[in-house]
């Protein structure tokens, strides 16, 4: 293989690592704000702190189907 071809691989590589660890991270997220919101913290709130708009998280939230603890 030539140097070329060996950077062409390792980019692809690279790029497979970062997507699995973005994947990763929405996970995360995710659980992070569903849990947040289960704890009482308002949809607002969650979007604020997490630079997320209010409804994107009302939408990650009612996909989920994420109820309030009582």
């Known amino acids: 293989m030539t140097g070329e071809e060996n950077t062409l691989e390792a980019a692809a590589v690279a790029l497979h690592d970062a997507?699995?660890?973005v994947r990763t991270a929405?996970?995360?997220?995710t659980a992070a704000i569903?849990?947040?919101y289960r704890k009482g913290e308002p949809a607002a709130r969650i979007a604020q702190r997490t630079g997320k708009d209010?409804?994107?998280i009302r939408n990650?939230?009612?996909a989920a189907q994420a109820k309030r603890s009582r």
């Open 34 to 36: 569903i849990e947040a």
């Open 54 to 56: 209010v409804i994107e």
């Open 19 to 21: 997507q699995e660890a």
């Open 26 to 29: 929405r996970r995360t997220l």
């Open 60 to 62: 990650l939230l009612a």
